[in-house]
């Protein structure tokens, strides 16, 4: 049971005045944070798919790259993780498809590997690797 569920629980028990008062003081201290919390993670998606904008601008349409990939091409100073974070990003705006067990090089192991979407590849994720 989550902290809302239980205040909520509690609020719709109408224990005493105290106590439904508290909680729902409670729930809206819980509430407020979730808020900034959503705002937040807006702001950052709003961020991710900026930079993924700059990014895409060394990328060419219907080749596969891993993050790895990526991040030598553009010569990024950014983390492979946050690289990861804006990829998955703009796969969720539907900027790129996913493909899994994309190998880097046609060998080692298998990774993600990104492909731009374009009018001509949209809901495929085919490519060839550099």
């Known amino acids: 049971m989550t902290n809302k569920a239980f205040y909520e629980f509690v609020i719709n028990a109408n224990l005493n005045a105290e106590v ?3 909680a729902k ?10 808020e900034s919390k959503s705002k937040a993670s807006e702001l950052n998606a709003k961020a ?3 930079t ?3 990014l895409a601008k060394a990328l060419r349409p219907n ?7 990526v991040k030598a091409l553009t010569k990024s100073e ?15 705006a539907g900027l790129v ?11 080692g192991r298998a ?11 949209e809901g495929e994720g085919e490519g060839e690797g550099e």
């Open 25 to 34: 003081a409670l729930l809206n201290s819980v509430e407020k944070k979730s």
């Open 20 to 22: 439904t008062a508290k």
């Open 78 to 92: 950014l983390h492979p993780s946050k690289l990861s974070a804006i990829f998955r990003e703009a796969e969720k």
């Open 63 to 69: 080749v596969t790259y891993a993050i790895s990939e």
């Open 52 to 54: 993924f904008a700059e």
């Open 97 to 107: 498809n996913s493909l899994e067990g994309y190998k880097v090089g046609g060998k």
């Open 111 to 121: 990774v993600k590997g990104y492909v731009l979407v374009t009018s001509e590849n």
């Open 48 to 50: 991710n798919l900026a």
